[in-house]
Structures are given as C-alpha cells and as structure tokens.
C-alpha cells in the first residue's frame, strides 16, 4: 500500500514556495537587471507549487480517511497556489508592462508581502497542531497585522501616484502593479483566517 499524503506538510511545502517566490521577486525589484529571467524563476516556482496541488488534489480523491474534512484540505491549498500565482503574476506585470525603472514604493511594498509570506509560512507549519490554537492565531494575527500594514502603504502610494501629474498610462501601469501587490496580501490574510478558522472547527 502506498503511504498516506501528510497534508500538513504538502501545506508546508508550498507555502514555502511562496515564500521562495516573494524573496524573488524583492531581489527582481531591488536589482532590476534580468528582469525576464527573475521572472521565469518564479514561474518555475509557481510551476513547482501546481505540481504539488495537483499531486495533493489526486492523493485526495483517493484517501479514504483525512485528518480534516477534504473539502478544506482542498481550500486551504488552492488558497496558498493563488497566493503563488500572485507573486507570478507581479513578476510577469514588471516585465510584461516593460517598465524600464523601478520605483521604492514597489519595494517597500514587496518586502512587507515578504514578510507577510514568511509568517503565513510559519503559522502553515503551526497548522499541523492546529489543536493548540493559541499559536496558530497569534501567527494568524501577525498575518493580519502585515496585511494592514500593506494596505495603509498601499493607499498611501495611489493616493501620491494620482497626484504626481505623470502620463496616464504610467499611471495605469504602475496602479496594476501596486494593486496585485496588494491583493497578495489579501490572500495571504485570507488563508490565515481560514486556517484560524478551521482550527476552532476541528480544535
């Protein structure tokens, strides 16, 4: 018989992924040089991030027993791989949009849905003794704390973009970019509710 999947460290798995990929794409911002291929390196993380979905989507069609109801197994992963595709998708904004200088707003924000990763990450591994509930929220409101953090320099940075008086269309570009920045963060506070929140229901 072949071993059961450990969720929890498929979990683990590909958050750290995501925090692979948002550690890129600080370095892709902070030395803007080889755009395409930083870009490509996190493609080849978010690539590596649908393997592992794809292989936990196919265990758990199979598994009889699971530690948690499939259906929020399922939730959890395909929350954490949007976050990845997030990432990917900044990354591939910068080069798509050819945007020839960076700006520090853009890295100021990448370093915050950094540090947001890295404790999503942390608080994912928590999730394992999601019995002891305490550390799992404290991680969960970190999280939370870092996404509001995000927000505030996010509308701060629209708000200073609108009022420069640059060409629109450089406005435009570099609103799509903060705004997916951004809604990285959203889901990262996204699935640390979620987990939060399976944790009472299974505590």
């Known amino acids: 018989m072949k071993k059961e999947l450990d969720y929890f460290e498929r979990f ?6 995501g925090v692979r990929a948002a550690k890129l794409l600080v370095d892709l911002i902070a030395d803007y040089r080889d755009v395409s ?3 490509d390196a ?3 993380i978010e ?3 649908d393997e592992l979905f794809h ?3 196919v265990a758990l069609n199979r598994a009889f027993i699971t530690p948690i109801d499939r259906e929020d197994i399922l939730m959890v992963a395909e929350k954490i791989d949007s976050i990845i595709d997030g990432i990917e ?8 949009l050819s945007v020839t200088e960076v700006r520090p707003e853009a890295r100021s924000l990448a370093e915050v849905m950094l540090k947001c990763c890295e404790r999503l990450h942390e608080q994912v591994q928590a999730f394992r003794g999601f019995k002891n509930a305490k550390t799992l929220n404290e991680l969960g409101i970190e999280v939370n704390c870092l996404e509001e953090e ?3 320099l996010h509308r701060g940075i629209i708000k200073d973009l609108y009022r420069s008086g640059e060409d629109v269309l450089l406005i435009l570009k570099w609103r799509d970019i903060y705004d997916t920045m951004e809604t990285v963060l959203d889901m990262c506070e996204d699935v640390a509710d979620l987990m939060s929140g399976l944790a009472i229901k299974n505590g």
């Open 89 to 96: 998708d900044v990354a591939n904004l910068f080069d798509m």
């Open 12 to 17: 683990a798995e590909m958050s750290d992924a």
């Open 47 to 49: 690539h590596e991030a």
């Open 150 to 152: 995000g927000d505030r």
């Open 37 to 39: 291929a930083k870009a």
């Open 42 to 44: 996190i493609h080849a």
């Open 55 to 57: 292989e936990m989507a």
